[in-house]
């Protein structure tokens, strides 16, 4: 199998997506248990699930979004 450039591109473009991505959502996560905590809760799901919902957050993004992005532009490209 070989490597296309466009490919190689496709996936520089989906990490830099990923990347932005999973910043969002940590911030989104972040904010949820920050207002859960200071209405007088204990953080609710996002601190009990805080590592997996971490892991998840960072996984799929970061590492499907270049997959994707490999295949796609390997596909376009021809």
Do not use: C
Request: glycine share 18%; hydrophobic share 55%; net charge positive.
């Amino acid at each position: 199998m070989s490597i296309s450039i466009a490919g190689l591109v496709g996936a520089a473009v989906g990490l830099y997506i990923g990347w932005l991505d999973w910043k969002i959502l940590k911030g989104i996560l972040q904010a949820s248990e920050t207002k859960n905590r200071q209405a007088g809760g204990d953080g609710g799901a996002v601190a009990k699930h805080k590592a997996l919902l971490g892991a998840l957050i960072f996984g799929v993004p970061v590492i499907g979004f270049p997959i994707i992005g490999y295949w796609a532009a390997s596909a376009l490209a021809g």
